[in-house]
Nanobody, 122 residues
C-alpha cells in the first residue's frame, strides 16, 4: 500500500512561519512530482506549489510566490513546504499530492494525503 502522510500544521499568528512535511511510503518505484494543495472553508481546493523530480523545477501559485518554498528530499521521499509571512488568508487544510509509479506493477498513481490544518490568526 502506498500512502502520503502530512505533518506540521497548526496555529500561528499572522506574520509567522510553519513548515509542512509529507512522506511517501510503501512500494514505490519512482515519484514524478510532489506538491501541495489547500482548501479553505467554503472554497474549492487550489494548487499551492509542486516540485518536479526529474529536474527539481518548482511551480508556485501567485498567491504564495515569495513567501512559500517547496523542497524535496529524494532519498527520504519527502516533500516540504516552508511557509513564511503567513496571513489569515492562508488558513486552510493543506493536502500533499504525488504522482508516482508503484513498484512491481508500474502503475501510475495520483495520491492525496489526509490533509493537515493550518490556521493563521490575525
Amino acid at each position: 500500500q502506498v500512502q502520503l502522510v502530512e505533518s506540521g500544521g497548526g496555529l500561528v499568528q499572522a506574520g509567522g512561519s510553519l513548515r509542512l512535511s509529507c512522506v511517501a511510503s510503501g512500494s514505490i518505484h519512482s515519484i514524478n512530482v510532489m506538491g501541495w494543495y489547500r482548501q479553505a472553508p467554503g472554497k474549492q481546493r487550489e494548487f499551492v506549489a509542486n516540485i518536479i523530480s526529474a529536474d527539481g523545477r518548482t511551480n508556485y501559485a501567485d498567491s504564495v510566490k515569495g513567501r512559500f518554498t517547496i523542497s524535496r528530499d529524494n532519498a527520504k521521499d519527502t516533500v516540504y513546504l516552508q511557509m513564511n509571512t503567513l496571513n489569515p488568508e492562508d488558513t486552510a487544510v493543506y493536502y500533499c499530492n504525488a504522482g508516482l509509479v508503484v513498484a512491481g506493477t508500474f502503475k501510475y498513481l495520483g495520491l492525496w494525503g489526509q490533509g493537515t490544518l493550518v490556521t493563521v490568526s490575525s
